[in-house]
Each structure stands twice: as structure tokens, then as C-alpha cells.
């Protein structure tokens, strides 16, 4: 691969699905100005001291703090999940319909380590040549399956390999740089057909997404990616957005996690993207209408007795009227 090509960052968005379609990732520049940085960055500031005196931090093993369920932590948060140049590049890669999965704000401190993987890792792999199922998809785990290449030399070069069904995206709140840990990437590896193993894949083409504040870099599920090395003595922000088909599990439990009052703000277009709208029948329940909607629930166990047909709203169900 010619490393004169790789993706930098533009304001192309024809350019940034090219980009994506062939590496596997891209970064578009300039889509927060300078005023919307600073306003997440004083809203996460306040937020993060606030969770630390809840024993609310969330740190990882590989030095890495997060910041969950940013969709209840400020509408300067959620003004950012329906940018126009997003969701061209998202839509070109998951097509019409995708659900939002997460919304965390990563904070990489100095230090840390680099972990191999892809955000599709519970993806099972292409059955064998010989139809044979490598994975059970209820037996894939993150200890034992994310970051680990599994099928043998048999898939190293597969005729066939799954299609994307999640893409995501880093905000970058500071100036993304290889010395401060920004995203590593493995430009192609998306069609690979298989994930990255932490003992095989070291010293594979691992380049640096690097863009100035306000660029987003985003990346489809297959792309091998970890969070880089910070080099230096100051913590490194972004905000992930995580989306996934419709069909699939989304990562934070948005239906039941979103307060009340922030559901009750937010435009049909964001409940949409969230999961509240059923797709093809799935997350639907009886008469739920357009939106599904908190507290409503389907008819319990029913008999047609007389107290039961009088009631013009529905029958008590047969445990509460016995």
C-alpha cells in the first residue's frame, strides 16, 4: 500500500468516503469550530471532576478514562450526533438506517498501552471452504475472541469475509498527534477477514490518525485500531460515537438509560437514531405506534368475562381481577 495516499485530513467529504472505502478509515477536519470544542471541553471538564467526587471514574487497564452515556450529560453533547459531514460518511458505510450504539468521552492519560482490535470483534468470521462454523455467535467473548486471531491459516487470506456492520467515530477535542496517543489504525485491515492478535500482529503497518481539534477520524468495524501511546506529560480528549446496524445490539442501553427529561428534548430525528422508532418489526411491541414509548406495555393474560369486556381501555390481567 502506498503510504503517500493514506487519509489525511480534508474537508472533502467525496474524499472521505474514498478514503474510508479504501483504508478502512478516514478524517474529516473542521466540522467543530473552536467555540464548539471549547463548550464540550468546559462541559466535560465540569462533568469528570463532578463524577470523581461520586466515585463515578471510570479507568482502564490500559490508562484510559471514560466517560459514559454522554447522551444525559449536556445537550452541547447531543448537538454533535446529528452533524450533516458525520453521517454522510456513516451512512456511505451502514447504509440507510443505523442506530447510535455508544456515546463515551475517552481521556487518554499519559502512558498507556496499545490494544489490538476491531468494534465488530462479536462479528462471527465466514464459514470454512468446507461450510464449517469456526464460532458459536452465543460463544464469542471479550476475553477470549477481541484482539485474538482465530480460524488458523485457513482464514489469513479468506475468499470471503464479513461485511461492515458498525462504524465509529473520534472527536477530537485536543490536537490528535503520535506523541499525545492518538487513534492507531492498520490502513486496509478492514479487509483482512480477520481480527488483530496482539502476539502476531505488533509490528503490522500501525500508522497514527493525527488531525488538529475539531477533526473527527472515523472508522469502520473491521479496521484493526487501538488507543495510541501518550508520549507526553498531558492527558489526550476525544468523544466516540459509536453506531452499528439496526439489527444489531447497540452497546449502552439507550431506551431504558436515557433520563426522562432529556427524552422528553429530544427531536424525532435523535429518538430515531437512538432505537426509539422500531425497524422492519424489530423493537416493536403490540400498538406501540410510531415511537416506542416509557411505561407502555402490552395486554397481559386476558379472559372474556364481563368486567373484562366493559372496560373500554383494556382488561386488567387475570392475576388482578381473580
Known amino acids: 500500500m502506498n503510504t503517500n495516499q493514506l487519509p489525511e485530513p480534508t474537508i472533502d ?3 472521505a468516503k474514498s478514503d474510508i472505502s479504501n483504508f478502512g478509515y478516514c478524517i474529516v477536519k473542521s466540522v467543530l469550530s473552536a467555540e464548539e470544542v471549547k463548550a464540550l471541553r468546559v462541559r466535560l471538564t465540569e462533568q469528570v471532576k463532578a463524577e470523581a467526587k461520586l466515585g463515578l471514574t471510570h ?9 459514559k452515556f454522554l447522551l444525559n450529560k449536556g445537550k452541547v453533547f447531543r448537538d454533535i450526533l446529528l452533524k450533516a459531514e458525520l453521517h454522510a460518511v456513516v451512512g456511505s458505510v451502514l447504509g440507510d438506517e443505523y442506530l447510535l450504539s455508544a456515546f463515551h468521552a475517552h481521556i487518554a492519560h499519559p502512558g498507556g498501552e496499545m490494544v489490538f482490535h476491531t468494534d465488530q470483534f462479536w462479528m462471527p468470521p465466514p464459514t470454512t471452504v468446507d461450510k464449517k462454523t469456526l464460532i458459536r455467535p452465543g460463544s464469542i467473548t471479550r476475553a477470549r475472541n477481541r484482539g485474538h486471531h482465530v480460524g488458523g491459516e485457513e482464514l ?4 470471503t469475509i464479513s461485511p461492515a456492520v458498525v462504524c465509529n467515530a473520534m472527536w477530537m477535542l485536543d490536537e490528535f498527534t503520535a506523541d499525545n496517543g492518538a487513534t492507531i489504525v492498520v490502513p486496509g485491515s478492514h479487509l483482512s477477514g480477520r481480527q488483530p492478535d496482539a ?3 505488533e509490528d503490522a503497518d500501525w500508522v497514527s490518525a493525527v488531525g488538529p481539534a475539531g477533526s473527527v477520524v472515523i472508522f469502520e468495524g473491521r ?8 508520549c507526553t506529560e498531558e492527558t489526550r480528549t476525544g468523544l466516540t460515537t459509536n453506531f452499528c446496524a439496526p439489527q444489531f445490539r447497540q452497546q449502552e442501553n439507550l431506551l431504558l438509560g436515557t433520563r426522562p427529561e432529556v427524552l422528553k428534548s429530544m427531536s424525532d430525528e435523535l429518538k430515531k437514531l437512538c432505537g426509539f422508532k422500531p425497524w422492519q418489526g424489530y423493537g416493536d ?11 407502555q406495555y402490552t395486554a397481559g393474560v386476558l379472559r372474556p368475562t364481563d368486567e373484562c369486556i366493559a372496560k373500554s381501555t383494556g382488561c386488567e390481567s387475570l392475576e388482578s381481577v381473580r
Open 13 to 15: 467529504l467525496e474524499k
Open 59 to 67: 479507568h482502564l487497564p490500559d490508562k484510559k478514562q471514560l466517560v
Open 156 to 159: 489469513m487470506h479468506a475468499p
Open 199 to 201: 502476539k502476531i500482529d
Open 223 to 230: 479496521t484493526w485500531h487501538s488507543t495510541g501511546v501518550n
Open 285 to 295: 411491541y403490540e400498538n406501540s405506534g410510531d415511537f416506542v414509548e416509557r411505561d
